[in-house]
Structure formats: C-alpha cells, structure tokens
C-alpha cells in the first residue's frame, strides 16, 4: 500500500477519533459510518476525508500533529489519490 493510501486512512481514523470532526465529515460528504468503513482502502474515500481537512486548516494542522507529519504531507497525500 503506498504511503499516501496509509496517510489517508491514518487521516480517517483521526476524523473517526473525533465526535466533532466525524460529524462535521458524516454532513458534509454525506457518508454514513458503514459505508466510511467499507470505503478505507477506498480511493474516493480516502480523497474525500483529505479533502475535508484541507478545508480547515485548524483541522488540517491538527490531524499533521496527531499524525506526526507536515500538514503538507496529508495535501500531497490527497494529491496523489
């Protein structure tokens, strides 16, 4: 699995940990928590809770520093799907 897949669904299981953000996420792209599950390894998902990061950037900065990246990584990452 490349790098950037791993990001990203690292990437949703911070979105997931969240009550908030998995709210935010559930409303805006209008998944549900079965099909978020079903999707991980999935290309659209993964672009998806990326690009609803990237939207926020309190949100984005937040995931980088959970995750132990640079914010620029989890954009490279949505990039790259």
Do not use: Y
């Not at 939207?55 to 132990?68: N, S, T």
């Not at 914010?71 to 799907?81: C, G, T, V």
């Amino acid at each position: 699995m490349p790098d950037h897949e791993v990001l990203a669904i690292s990437a949703i299981a911070h979105i997931a940990s969240d009550e908030n953000l998995l709210g935010r996420f559930i409303d805006l792209s209008g998944l549900d928590v079965p099909q978020l599950r079903s999707g991980l390894t999935d290309a659209g998902t993964q672009r998806a809770a990326l690009e609803f990061l990237a939207a926020h950037e309190p949100d984005l900065i937040r995931c980088a520093e959970v995750l132990l990246v640079d914010p620029a990584d989890l954009i490279r990452a949505r990039d790259a799907l």
